[in-house]
């Protein structure tokens, strides 16, 4: 059974980083596409970042050049590194991978198969 699970959100004041990790079970990262989603009450889940395969990564504008996603496939485990932390970039942030190596449409939540129970991340102002 796949599972996923996040770690490492928490309060930062804006301008502050944090390191959010995602431990699998179940599968390896290696052939997976990955990625990192973020969701608001009242809002859509929205897509942060994503790693297939080989490496190759995508950003969403809101957060390019503030984020970096990687992976270390010896611990099964995703990280998502964020700097520069702003009011806006509060949320619970959560993990998810497709079935396939490469990312599919990599905003779209519907292709994920699995994700995790999220992780919430508070920037004060």
């Known amino acids: 059974q796949v599972q996923l699970v996040e770690s490492g959100g928490g309060s930062v004041q804006a301008g502050g980083s944090l390191t959010l990790s995602c431990v699998a079970s179940?599968?390896?990262?290696?052939?997976?596409?990955m990625g990192w989603f973020r969701q608001v009450p009242g809002k859509e889940r929205e897509a942060v970042a994503s790693?297939?395969?080989?490496?190759?990564?995508q950003y969403a504008d809101s957060v390019k050049g503030r984020v970096t996603i990687s992976k270390d496939n010896a611990k099964n485990t995703l990280y998502l590194r964020l700097n520069s932390l702003k009011p806006e970039d509060t949320a619970m942030y959560y993990c998810?991978?497709?079935?396939?190596?490469?990312?599919?449409?990599?905003?779209?939540?519907?292709?994920?198969?699995?994700w995790g129970q999220g992780t919430q991340v508070t920037v004060s102002s």
């Open positions: 998810a991978a497709q079935g396939g190596g490469y990312c599919y449409l990599w905003t779209s939540r519907v292709e994920y198969m699995y």
């Open positions: 179940g599968y390896t990262y290696v052939s997976r596409c």
């Open positions: 790693l297939d395969s080989e490496g190759r990564t």
